[in-house]
């Protein structure tokens, strides 16, 4: 397994590299990226595990913006910032069971993290396309209040890992389309 792995991240590593082999420049299908900071504005949805008490924030439209910063090579230093404007229901325990009506409220699910970022082709688009995975963590909150029943979103701690493609047209890198999807693992209390 460990001989797997490390000949994965050679590969990785090595695909840069080996880019350009085989093609004069100006056929070639590999594009060199000319900036090192991007930021880009995020639109999308989160959807939210199924919850089997009814009370959590649900599954919601999300905005935000990430900021990423090429360190060296193919690696990066990426940043979220997110909104997802969720609703959760309040189910008051205090009633019997037949007179618990849940009650909507307002939810929306704030979250920000830190990322490494690996670009698939390095410093480079392959015909116009970036691929790239990301890791990292980050925190959670809610404006949520926490109610009756004990139900507490807190501030947790979360993990945060996913991967995408960038879109970069020929003759400028200044606009960029990317379809990304990540993961956000936490704790709910």
């Given at each position: 397994m460990k001989a797997f792995l490390c000949g994965v991240v050679t590969l990785l590593f090595a695909l840069p590299v080996a880019a350009?082999?085989?093609?004069?420049?100006?056929?070639?299908?590999?594009t060199d990226l000319e900036y090192k900071q991007e930021f880009t504005a995020l639109f999308g949805y989160s959807r939210a595990q199924?919850?089997?008490?009814?009370?959590?924030?649900?599954?919601?439209p999300l905005v935000g913006l990430r900021y990423e910063?090429?360190?060296?090579?193919?690696?990066?230093?990426?940043?979220?910032?997110?909104?997802?404007?969720?609703k959760r229901d309040m189910i008051d325990p205090t009633k019997p069971a037949a007179q618990r009506i849940p009650v909507s409220e307002d939810a929306t699910v704030y979250a920000a993290d830190?990322?490494?970022?690996?670009n698939l082709t390095g410093r480079k688009s392959w015909h116009h396309i970036v691929p790239q995975v990301r890791g990292g963590v980050?925190?959670?909150?809610?404006?949520?209040?926490?109610?009756?029943?004990?139900?507490?979103?807190?501030?947790?701690?979360?993990?945060?890992?996913?991967?995408?493609?960038?879109?970069?047209?020929?003759?400028?890198?200044r606009v960029q389309v990317r379809a990304d999807f990540s993961e956000r693992l936490f704790k709910l209390s």
């Amino acid at each position: 397994m460990k001989a797997f792995l490390c000949g994965v991240v050679t590969l990785l590593f090595a695909l840069p590299v080996a880019a350009q082999v085989g093609h004069e420049p100006a056929s070639s299908p590999y594009t060199d990226l000319e900036y090192k900071q991007e930021f880009t504005a995020l639109f999308g949805y989160s959807r939210a595990q199924k919850d089997p008490a009814g009370v959590a924030p649900q599954s919601a439209p999300l905005v935000g913006l990430r900021y990423e910063l090429n360190l060296v090579g193919p690696l990066a230093l990426s940043s979220d910032v997110t909104a997802a404007f969720a609703k959760r229901d309040m189910i008051d325990p205090t009633k019997p069971a037949a007179q618990r009506i849940p009650v909507s409220e307002d939810a929306t699910v704030y979250a920000a993290d830190v990322a490494l970022a690996m670009n698939l082709t390095g410093r480079k688009s392959w015909h116009h396309i970036v691929p790239q995975v990301r890791g990292g963590v980050g925190i959670m909150a809610t404006s949520a209040q926490d109610d009756a029943s004990g139900v507490s979103f807190g501030t947790p701690f979360a993990f945060t890992f996913g991967g995408g493609l960038k879109f970069v047209p020929g003759g400028s890198n200044r606009v960029q389309v990317r379809a990304d999807f990540s993961e956000r693992l936490f704790k709910l209390s």
